[in-house]
């Protein structure tokens, strides 16, 4: 069996026992999925030492939220929103203390702490996802820069996959509009 459904099925083992109380299996699913956790929060934050606060965040969220979880959908799924979620908080927390400091241009060094804030399309990316309405931002967001298939954002979401790419679809343009006009 490949390494990968292994990990997987562990995770959803682990977090099944972890909703029902279980700390040993919290501490070991938290072990498990930190790597992945860290590569989302980097799609959505170009910065390392962002992405790492953002993780951290993450995982305390897992931890303090997994009796939510009820396995409806699969973990990893639920797993991709909340870090899809925290990445977007630690964004706008950065961004909140970047506009605080004054609209300078950035520095030819730029201090990594505010690096996720200036630095490319990414950063870009969740000023215009910020823009275009809750509802598409979160489709656009979990496919485009989670990762998740069209049937996986349909269950994080609890729509039906048509309206999932009906969003997706109106998101992106909506996006893309909104990115021409930024600059």
């Not at 995770?11 to 072990?31: F, H, I, Q, Y």
């Not at 930190?34 to 989302?40: A, K, N, T």
């Not at 979990?142 to 954002?153: H, I, K, S």
């Amino acid at each position: 069996m490949d390494q990968v459904v292994v990990r997987a099925d562990e995770a959803e083992r682990l977090a099944a026992a972890a909703a029902r109380g279980d700390a040993r299996a919290l501490e070991d699913l938290l072990v498990l999925v930190r790597p992945d956790v860290l590569r989302i929060c980097a799609r959505f934050l170009p910065c390392a030492e962002d992405a790492e606060d953002a993780c951290q965040d993450t995982l305390l969220a897992v931890s303090t939220s997994i009796g939510t979880f009820e396995g409806r959908s699969a973990f990893r799924t639920w797993l991709y929103r909340v870090a899809a979620n925290r990445s977007r908080t630690t964004y706008r927390a950065l961004r909140r203390r970047f506009d605080a400091e004054g609209s300078a241009p950035p520095p030819e060094f730029l201090d990594p702490r505010r690096t996720s804030v200036v630095a490319g399309t990414r950063v870009d990316m969740l000023d215009g996802l910020s823009a275009i309405g809750a509802e598409y931002a979160e489709a656009v967001a979990l496919r485009d820069m989670a990762g998740l298939a069209y049937a996986e954002v349909a269950v994080v979401l609890g729509v039906p996959e048509g309206t999932v790419k009906s969003r997706i679809h109106e998101g992106r343009r909506r996006l893309r509009d909104h990115l021409g006009h930024a600059g």
